[in-house]
């Protein structure tokens, strides 16, 4: 049986997707370059900063619906740049205000500067809030499996637990613990922070999470639009090795061929 057609999709939230790469907007040196990366990747869903985007709101700047349209991709917007749940709630209200409605949102709410390592407290208490108010929440978060299940708990619909800090493209630091938050999860893990290359992307993929979301490591490459295809191909081979299953590890050597009916020498 193909991967195919026991592996078409995936779900958050009710919406179904093929692919299973998310991308950001940020860091392109313009537009049109996120526009022919982010076609590259293949993705559907496609994640941007409402605190530091135009969405229309400017009519004198270019708006990012005209670079990548709503009818094409589904919208993810996301609370970066946030410090407090007040703020993420309150961007979170503001991306329902301009997208007419939509309610699938990504809950950032940081620490501080220098890591950019999420506030879980104050990420738990925006997720409660915006859940009872009608939003689907995907949360970032540390790679911490109790806060990683407190989050699934209250509701939200994904739980993006970090491989490494964000931007920085060091991969997945800690996977005994994403492994954890596997094990123990009822809605898709998908990881969100630190990639830096394919491999990384594989290796999620190959763990189990359900998507890899990512921004620095395509925009921060020295070819943008190639290094997209190469996310591509590595969620793809990264999920298809995890429905494999692989080979079990051994401390010793075993002959790839038979010992059975040898030929001597």
């Known amino acids: 049986m193909s991967t195919q057609s026991i592996d078409q999709s995936w779900t958050v ?10 991308v950001g907007t940020g860091r ?3 537009y049109d370059e996120a526009k022919a990366a982010i076609a590259a ?13 135009n969405l229309g709101q400017d009519a004198n700047e270019p708006s990012l619906l005209d670079a990548i349209p709503p009818k094409r991709y589904t919208l993810l917007p996301n609370t970066a740049g946030c410090y407090n749940a007040r703020e993420a709630v ?36 925006a997720a409660e809030e915006l859940i009872r108010d009608g939003f689907d929440v995907m949360a970032y ?14 509701g939200c619909c994904a739980v993006m637990p970090l491989g490494s800090l964000i931007g920085s493209g060091n991969g997945l630091l800690n ?10 999860a009822e ?51 990264g999920r298809e090795a995890f429905l494999a299953g692989r080979m079990p590890r051994r401390q010793y050597a075993e002959a790839s ?8 020498a």
Not at 46 to 52: E, K, M
Request: aromatic letters at 2%; glycine letters at 6%; one cysteine or more.
């Open 257 to 264: 061929s038979p010992m059975a009916g040898r030929i001597n």
């Open 28 to 30: 392109y040196k313009d």
């Open 187 to 237: 809605v898709p893990i998908l990881v969100d922070a630190g990639i830096g290359t394919a491999s990384d992307a594989a290796l999620a993929m190959e763990m189990g999470c359900s998507g890899v979301l990512m921004n620095s490591a395509i925009a921060h490459s020295r070819q943008p639009i190639v290094m997209a295809g190469a996310m591509k191909k590595a969620i793809e081979a």
């Open 141 to 154: 978060t540390s790679d911490d499996p109790i806060v990683a299940k407190e989050l699934e708990k209250i």
């Open 90 to 125: 309150r961007t979170c209200k503001l991306a329902r205000e301009l997208l007419d409605g939509h309610n699938l949102v990504k809950l950032e709410v940081l620490a501080e500067d220098s890591t950019l390592y999420p506030n879980v407290v104050e990420t738990l208490k």
């Open 41 to 53: 990747s293949g993705t559907e869903v496609v994640t941007f900063a409402v605190r530091r985007t």
């Open 13 to 22: 939230a009710g919406r179904e997707f093929t692919s299973r790469l998310l």
């Open 175 to 184: 996977p005994h613990t994403l492994a954890i938050i596997l094990e123990n």
